[in-house]
């Protein structure tokens, strides 16, 4: 089944306190990318990766890394959490940037 | 910054009515997509326009695009219940962008 995968779906944890949000995809796709969502401002784009090895920021990066060692992964790397990071986040995938987006489940996270 | 804006933030509709939402966007685009949200779930890629397109149908779903005034409107024909979710535009920034921008969305209830 093709399909976008995040894990963890939700995550609770503590400010400063390093973490990873997993991104996989099987359907072989060039662009992929990493959305949060709050209420009130609809989804914002941090990061994007047009193919391996090619990133760039999206409107909200600071506090964020990326990296895309491999077509199918798009990890979501959160060095120093802080609380302002509390939001739903979604990656994405599709052949090309204008082309259809498929999403994941999303990440429900809670910096405390 | 937001490329795209939805108009209205919420609308209210009784069962088998129709229900437009229009999106504003700012710069020239190469096409426009029309995503639906059900709570806290992933986005779903409802229908794509491209710039040269002025009209597409999908079902009971319409879009409508008009690049000299920047708009794109979706309407929903006999609405269902079912169709309660909130909706999205999203627009790249033309040629030369690899971003893709969502708009803060329309939350649509339908009444049964």
């Known amino acids: 089944e093709a399909q976008v995968t995040q894990n963890p779906r939700y995550l609770i944890t503590v400010t400063g306190k390093k973490l990873t949000v997993t991104c996989s995809q099987n359907?072989?796709?060039?662009?992929m990318s990493w959305y949060r969502q709050d209420p009130g401002l609809g989804l914002r784009q941090i990061y994007y990766?047009?193919?391996?090895?090619?990133?760039d920021k999206g409107d909200v990066p600071e506090g964020y890394k990326v990296s895309r060692k491999e077509k199918r992964n798009f990890p979501l790397i959160l060095e120093s959490p802080s609380p302002n990071q509390t939001s739903l986040y979604f990656c994405?995938?599709?052949?090309?940037?204008?082309?259809?987006?498929?999403f994941g489940p999303g990440t429900r996270l809670t910096v405390l | 910054s937001q490329q795209g804006e939805e108009d209205p933030q919420a609308l209210s509709i009784q069962e088998g009515e129709n229900a437009t939402m229009n999106c504003s966007y700012k710069?020239?685009?190469?096409?426009l997509q029309w995503y639906r949200q059900n709570s806290g779930r992933g986005l779903v890629h409802l229908i794509l326009?491209?710039?040269?397109?002025r009209e597409k149908h999908s079902g009971r779903l319409r879009v409508t695009l008009d690049t000299s005034k920047k708009s794109s409107s979706l309407l929903i024909t006999a609405s269902r219940a079912a169709d309660t979710a909130s909706y999205f535009c999203?627009?790249?920034?033309?040629?030369?962008?690899?971003?893709?921008?969502f708009g803060k969305g329309t939350k649509l209830s339908v009444i049964p």
């Open positions: 326009i491209r710039s040269n397109e």
């Open positions: 710069t020239s685009i190469n096409n």
């Open positions: 999203a627009t790249d920034a033309g040629a030369g962008s690899y971003q893709l921008t």
């Open positions: 990766s047009m193919n391996v090895e090619v990133t």
């Open positions: 359907m072989n796709h060039e662009y």
């Open positions: 994405a995938s599709s052949l090309d940037r204008a082309d259809e987006q498929f």
